[in-house]
């Protein structure tokens, strides 16, 4: 998470107010329920894992498709 943050900061991107709540809210209820059911799973690993697909994305994809990627993302439907 922290190589995520500092990559962030160095680079150019904005990013939104609404996306970064909405990251951090996410984050917060994947450690609540990691403490209420006594997970041992590695949240640091998870989150290294998540920078590669970020990374492997912004990569592979053409930029102008990450908003339809973030609108997936966000899309609370089934």
């Known amino acids: 998470m922290v190589r995520g943050y500092e990559a962030l900061m160095q680079s150019d991107e904005a990013v939104d107010l609404g996306t ?20 041992q ?7 290294v894992k998540l920078d ?11 930029e102008e498709m990450w908003p339809l990627i973030l609108d997936r993302i966000n899309d609370d439907s089934p």
């Open 20 to 39: 970064a709540m909405t990251a951090a809210t996410r984050l917060q209820t994947v450690l609540d329920r990691r403490a209420a059911t006594g997970s």
């Open 41 to 47: 799973s590695n949240v640091a690993d998870a989150m």
């Open 52 to 62: 590669r697909i970020i990374d492997a994305v912004k990569t592979t994809v053409p």
